[in-house]
């Protein structure tokens, strides 16, 4: 059973940044690839961004346009989502994910494991 905290949500204004953490416990954290999802109020959870074990791959979501960068430090068991030149659009509860799953990271059934969520609210 893996267990996933995330923290580093908070209230910002557009243009700014962000870096979420997503602390894991309870397995081998380096089998896992990790993702990001979102999801706004009234709307799905949708695919943000992903990594594979290693860290040596990594896949976003187009509206992603370059200003997020998803890493992870498995010593220290956490993935993390550096969230940049924020818009109002992306205001929404952000959820760490671990698969044991080698592909289709893009989809949320193949995730085994989330984590609880943490607010991001970027006002304009």
């Known amino acids: 059973q893996v267990h996933l905290v995330e923290s580093g949500g908070g209230l910002v204004q557009a243009g700014e940044s962000l870096r979420l953490s997503c602390a894991a416990s309870g397995g081998i954290f380096a089998s896992y690839a990790m993702g990001w999802f979102r999801q706004a109020p009234g709307k799905e959870r949708e695919f943000v961004a992903a990594?594979?074990?290693?860290?040596?791959?990594?896949h976003y979501a187009d509206f992603v346009k370059g200003r997020f960068t998803i890493s992870r430090d498995n010593s220290e068991n956490t993935v993390y989502l550096q969230m940049n030149t924020l818009e109002p659009e992306d205001t929404a509860a952000y959820y760490c994910?671990?698969?044991?799953?080698?592909?289709?990271?893009?989809?949320?059934?193949?995730?085994?494991?989330w984590g609880q969520g943490t607010q991001v609210t970027v006002s304009s």
């Open positions: 990594i594979s074990w290693g860290g040596t791959d990594t």
């Open positions: 994910a671990a698969t044991s799953r080698a592909t289709m990271w893009r989809q949320k059934r193949v995730y085994e494991y």
